[in-house]
């Protein structure tokens, strides 16, 4: 039998009978990586449409996306299992908040695009130093503690945004163009693809990789949907280009949440310290197993 507990958990999770605790991210899954492209394509549009369309502005934009993404990692910690809704509402606002905060660097700051993505390097290299030597797990579908959640969602912020500004460094400082650097992307993903099946190469550092560079691939496929046609376009426009973006995205996580009900995700094991393996607090419901 297996019962869930919603209350706080007991520090003392080694007399515990509470070894396992509900998953709050998601299987990495060939429909993560469909809607993780959907999400990211959407927030380059969704933030051309604020900052440029409606004449917004990047520093208003940047600062409206930030407060929405604060709001919405705010119940991603506080759920106590996995909600696809709000899991994929945080994506989308991490691709929009990076758009125009990359955008604010590179374009009115002034930094440029080569300059934008050293500082962003630099940023998610100092995110992961934090992340190994706070002692939580690296692996991105075992993460149960606040702070493992909390650091997988900073170093997410900043890759979306280090991916913004590799995008536009491809097509822009290289001429590649939209569709010149969406197929370059393309490759460089079956590429890691193939280093994931017939490599003995880390799998988190391939995530984090593929997870960096599906920012500029979805950027690439949004612009080539919504510039006009003088810039290689379709000319589809931010408005339509993100209102079908948004369909898309609504349908799968329907899709993904029926999903997750038919088939619930397995619990984890109580997390416990990368390191020293000392029991650490989870952060989300307690699934207590008796024979």
């Known amino acids: 039998m297996s019962s869930t507990t919603y209350g706080p958990a007991d520090p003392g999770l080694s ?19 469909v809607l993780k492209l959907v999400a990211t394509t959407l927030g380059e549009t969704g933030g051309d449409l604020l900052a440029q369309t ?3 502005g990047y520093l208003i ?12 990692v705010v119940f991603q910690l506080k759920a106590r299992h996995f909600h696809p809704a709000i899991f994929w509402t945080v994506i ?5 908040a990076g758009t125009t905060l990359s955008d604010l660097m590179n374009r009115t700051g002034g930094v440029g695009y080569t300059g934008g993505a050293l500082i962003l390097t630099t940023g998610l290299a100092i995110v992961f130093a934090i992340w190994w030597r706070s002692g939580q797990t690296l692996d991105v579908e075992n993460i149960a503690t606040f702070r493992g959640e909390l650091l997988y969602w900073v ?9 913004t500004s590799s995008g536009d460094y491809l ?12 197929v370059i992307l393309s490759g460089i993903m079956l590429v890691l693809l193939a280093a994931h099946y017939f490599t003995r190469i880390n799998g988190m550092v391939l995530f984090w990789i593929a997870f960096v560079l599906t920012r500029p691939l979805g950027a690439s496929v949004g612009d080539f949907l919504s510039k006009p046609h003088d810039r290689s376009g379709l000319n589809w426009g931010t408005s339509w280009t993100s209102a079908a973006l948004v369909a898309i995205l609504v349908g799968l ?18 997390p416990v310290h990368r390191r020293t393996g000392e029991p650490q607090q989870p952060n989300g419901a307690l699934v207590t197993r008796a024979s």
Do not use: E
Not at 64 to 69: D, G, P
Not at 171 to 182: I, T, V, Y
């Open 253 to 270: 996580i329907a899709y993904q949440t029926v999903h997750v009900r038919r088939h619930p995700l397995d619990p984890l094991p109580a």
């Open 155 to 163: 170093a997410i912020l900043f890759s979306n945004s280090l991916g």
């Open 171 to 182: 097509a822009n400082d290289l001429g590649l163009g939209f569709r010149g650097s969406a």
């Open 92 to 96: 989308a606002l991490t691709s929009t």
């Open 54 to 56: 409606m004449h917004v």
């Open 61 to 72: 934009s940047t600062l409206i996306f930030l407060a929405l993404f604060l709001v919405a």
């Open 15 to 33: 007399d515990s009978p509470a070894r396992f605790v509900m998953r709050k991210l998601p299987h990495i899954t060939v429909l993560f990586w």
